[in-house]
């Protein structure tokens, strides 16, 4: 039986808008694929932001360590504990135990009860019996009846506030905040930064704004070594390429932030004015 | 008799003994600890120049790198900890050099 043109037409109208429903669902689909795996997630709230749970593999200890990013970054620049202690940027990939904290490294290069902080000495880590000691506590403090010194509110309330957070560049251009960049038997005496140019990265797509990035204000607390080569293996222009997917990743960028620097959900932190969006 | 003669010279020589072994054991031998004075202070001397890394001319920075190379073995020797750290920062130093001196290498060209 033949088909007559009537006929015909209608089977190739719904064959096409059989493509066209496809094609829709496979865009829908992939922007949804690309928004899970490039738009940064919201970070938690502040006082959990950047917190460490350093898993104790012993079994006598006194449980995992509660590590307060927020804390320990108001007294410390980051390049002190990342460089001279020798913390890695990544949880649990130092290898810290009460053994080498006693022989003085890792949290024992200041928690170790002589060296002194803002005038006053840092109580000591893992110093006693793990039994009968209070002090771990402090550390290993996993369960909510646990004796940590410092809350985030109370502790932060005195710190100019950010979108999120606090606002730590300004808190240390104010004086509230001192970081300490330099331990006695530990760091090596340096001369000051010099050369710190900043320079402009061209965003991957044309709707958002290219980063001016400050040398000047990342190198303060990083030091060179931290970020050269590690996380920034080349000097050559335009051969290293910056992404979200390898910021939301872990790497570049976000090394840091989107961990414990600020969060990368907020666009115009580094973006001016953000994206094209954001404008309108 | 001759045994006791024995006993008795045993018994000097450990009482002698006793004594040297603690003096030698509570101070570390003057080689040891020349040898952990020499490679921290190399180390600090090799790792100060961090800062300045961008201002030093290519031969510096060679030889910096040739320094930190010189340098990983006697790293190598110390204990467990203590090498973990220490070649860590060295390594830091290291990359950082041989980063800068790749980024001049390239200026040049």
């Excluded at chain 1, 000047?216 to 931290?226: P, V």
Aim: hydrophobic share 35%.
């Amino acid at each position: 039986m033949r088909m007559c043109s009537s006929q015909k037409r209608t089977k190739r109208n719904e064959r096409s808008i059989f493509l066209i429903v496809l094609a829709f669902a496979v865009l829908l689909l992939g922007s949804y694929a690309s928004a899970q795996i490039y738009l940064p997630k919201a970070p938690p709230e502040p006082s959990a932001y950047g917190r460490v749970i350093l898993q104790s593999h012993v079994a006598t200890s006194p449980g995992p360590v509660v590590f307060d990013h927020w804390l320990h970054r108001s007294k410390f620049t980051c390049r002190l504990c990342h460089v001279d202690v020798g913390f890695a940027m990544k949880a649990n990939a130092t290898g810290i135990s009460a053994s080498t904290n006693r022989e003085g490294f890792h949290c024992g290069a200041c928690h170790d009860g002589k060296r002194v902080i803002e005038g006053r000495a840092v109580f000591a880590s893992c110093s006693g019996d793990a039994a009968s000691n209070k002090q771990c506590a402090r550390c290993h403090s996993t369960d909510k009846k646990s004796g940590r010194k410092y809350e985030y509110n109370a502790f932060t309330a005195k710190l100019p506030a950010a979108d999120y957070g606090v606002n730590w560049e300004a808190a240390e251009k104010s004086g509230v905040i001192r970081p300490v960049d330099f331990l006695d038997g530990l760091s090596v005496k340096k001369a000051r930064i010099q050369n710190r140019e900043d320079f402009s990265i061209k965003a991957a797509v044309s709707w958002v704004k290219p980063i001016t990035f400050s040398h000047e204000k990342h190198s303060i607390w990083n030091g060179c070594e931290l970020c050269h080569p590690e996380i920034f293996p080349t000097a050559k222009k335009g051969e290293l390429s910056f992404s979200m997917y390898s910021n939301v990743h872990g790497r570049r960028c976000g090394a840091c932030h989107g961990k414990v620097a600020s969060p990368l959900n907020n666009c115009q932190k580094c973006h001016p004015r953000g994206p094209e969006w954001a404008e309108n | 008799m001759l045994k006791r003669e024995n006993i008795a010279v045993v018994l000097v020589l450990v009482g002698l003994a006793v004594p040297c072994n603690m003096r030698a054991a509570s101070s570390p031998p003057s080689s040891t600890t020349e040898a952990v004075e020499g490679w921290q202070k190399e180390f600090e001397d090799v790792c100060s120049k961090t800062q300045d890394a961008m201002i030093l001319s290519i031969d510096e920075l060679t030889a910096l790198v040739q320094k930190c190379d010189t340098l990983m073995p006697q790293i190598e020797k110390l204990d467990e900890t203590r090498k973990k750290v220490y070649m860590g920062r060295l390594r830091m130093c290291r990359g950082l050099y041989a980063y800068v001196l790749e980024s001049k290498k390239n200026e040049k060209k």
